[in-house]
């Protein structure tokens, strides 16, 4: 079964830095545009960086200086890189893998910034 699997979430203090992955089972994300998206309690999941096959990449506004994302197509992985983390960064952070008319995805990991 084809999905996307989130990791490297957790508990980090205010200003502190984490890196996600999302790494696919039974494709490779080389032709796929991979997203990142997070949901806090109580909101609607939105979009946080996304970067295309074509390695054209956008930020939300308020994430933007702050949140690096990245492919590596040897390791078949994407990444997200935060750093100085607010307490509103405060989600579950959602990969999803698109092509076409397919898309695909993860379960989440948690992030919490909190002293």
């Known amino acids: 079964q084809l999905q996307v699997v989130e990791s490297g979430g957790g508990l980090v203090q205010p200003g502190g830095s984490l890196r996600i992955s999302c790494a696919p089972y039974g494709f490779t994300l080389d032709y796929y545009s991979i997203a990142w998206f997070r949901q806090a309690p109580g909101k609607e999941r939105e979009l946080v960086a996304i970067?295309?096959?074509?390695?054209?990449?956008n930020y939300a506004d308020s994430v933007k200086g702050r949140f690096t994302i990245s492919r590596d197509n040897t390791k078949n992985t994407v990444y997200l890189q935060m750093n100085s983390l607010k307490p509103e960064d405060t989600a579950v952070y959602y990969c999803?893998?698109?092509?076409?008319?397919?898309?695909?995805w993860g379960q989440g990991t948690q992030v919490t910034v909190s002293s």
């Open positions: 970067i295309t096959t074509s390695g054209s990449i």
């Open positions: 999803k893998a698109s092509r076409l008319s397919h898309a695909y």
